[in-house]
């Protein structure tokens, strides 16, 4: 007995290739939402105050924020910070921080305004002797700190490097990556509940009904092949990389009107108004959503279909045969005679569409992978047989 039959697997397959098409707009939105209120940049600031922060000494995280390496990178326009820093930067940037405690007598009060702004590497009244090696700079500055859990650490990578600069950046910058890995880790947990949110979003403004695209694919074998062999097509092109959605959009067949979105009024005016940023991502999802309609997947907002053809308030008016025939119809009973089960099925199918759009793309295409490879399995006994 076969563990899934042909019909059921293509509807799987089908599904999935769905759902990584919506995931992926979901992602599209989420990494949209977070440029606009700078979240990586305001996470990446906020773990390195922690990962540098000092009671007993000065704010070094502020202060790391405001070298000239590091400083430089902020878009000073709209006080975007940067949303990414090497560890080759950060370890050169710190030594140099370090380093100039033994110059500069850099202490900053932490009970002081910690606003960037206010924050400036002012040295001391007095010019101060300059060291030239930055070995012995970075020495003398951690010996200028009092005693803490940061000097420590930052005596022990000195000790370490045995007065070799190389060596003593390399240490920092394993440090930094290993830090760095956590914060992923903070990131993509702090990710997931807009990864819900969107995920509703996206199935209540698409009207995804998940329960309604099982029947629809289940009894129409054209979407249902058609969408197999997509999704096979998508399979054979290659992984897709967490975050990498630009690399997934790039494998999808071009949509046939690519300025479907110019010819409307509407959409030019909302992409004009966009940052160049915006702008990429509304092209992105308008890839998605174009994609989807030429595949002609049952979604979308109508007043034909459910639930708006619900309050329709012409009903047609046919013989007690012609009304027999329709109601056995799925698709009327669906849009035209609706009731509690018909109504509550519906929405526990938009309920599980935004559920399962909140696992991300990443996930949904090795579902499919693995769905593929089974079809693909499944189909070699059946071809020895012949032979």
């Known amino acids: 007995m076969e563990f899934l039959s042909s019909s059921l697997l293509s509807v799987l397959i089908a599904l999935g290739f769905i759902y990584v098409l919506l995931s992926v707009l979901v992602s599209i939105l989420v990494e949209w939402r977070n440029h606009y209120v700078k979240e990586r940049g305001k996470l990446l600031r906020e773990a390195i105050n922690q990962m540098l922060d000092d009671p007993l000494n000065a ?41 100039q405690q033994a110059e500069d007598d850099l202490i900053i009060d932490r009970n002081k305004d910690p606003d960037l702004k206010k924050l400036a590497f002012e040295a ?4 101060p002797t300059p060291i030239d090696d930055p070995l012995l700079r970075f020495q003398m500055g951690v010996a200028e700190m009092k005693h803490s859990p940061l000097k420590e650490l930052l005596h022990s990578f000195h000790q370490k490097s045995k007065n070799d600069y190389p060596k003593l950046k390399s240490l920092l910058e394993e440090w930094y990556n ?19 949110f969107f995920g509703f979003v996206v199935a209540i403004a698409l009207n995804v009904d998940s329960l309604h695209l099982v029947k629809s694919l289940s009894s129409d074998s054209e979407l249902r092949t058609n969408l ?104 009327f009973r669906r849009n035209q005679h609706p009731n509690f089960w018909i109504v ?11 559920y399962m759009l909140s696992f991300g793309a990443p996930f949904w295409f090795e579902v499919l992978v693995r769905l593929i490879n089974i079809r693909r399995a499944g189909k070699k006994p059946a071809e020895n047989t012949n032979a």
């Open 178 to 196: 290993a830090y760095m890995d956590r914060v992923t880790g903070w990131y993509k947990t702090k990710q997931k509940s807009k990864f819900v």
């Open 59 to 99: 704010q070094y995280g502020l202060l790391l924020y405001n070298h000239p390496m590091i400083g430089g990178m902020q878009n000073r326009k709209n006080q975007r910070p940067p949303q990414y820093i090497s560890s080759s930067m950060f370890a050169e940037a710190l030594i140099d921080l370090i380093g």
């Open 228 to 331: 197999e062999k997509q999704a096979m097509a998508l399979e054979a092109k290659g992984a897709f990389a967490e975050g990498d959605y630009q690399h997934f959009l790039s494998l999808l067949n071009e949509p046939k009107d690519s300025n479907a979105a110019q010819n409307n009024q509407v959409l030019a005016a909302m992409e004009a108004r966009l940052d160049s940023v915006g702008k990429e991502r509304f092209k992105e999802s308008q890839q998605i959503l174009h994609y989807l309609e030429e595949q002609k997947v049952p979604m979308g907002w109508s007043l034909q279909s459910a639930p708006l053809s619900w309050f329709a308030f012409e009903k047609p008016k046919l013989d007690a045969k012609a009304q027999k025939a329709l109601e056995d119809d799925y698709q």
């Open 124 to 127: 001391s009244d007095q010019t």
């Open 344 to 354: 509550l099925k519906y929405l526990i199918g938009v309920i599980i569409t935004g």
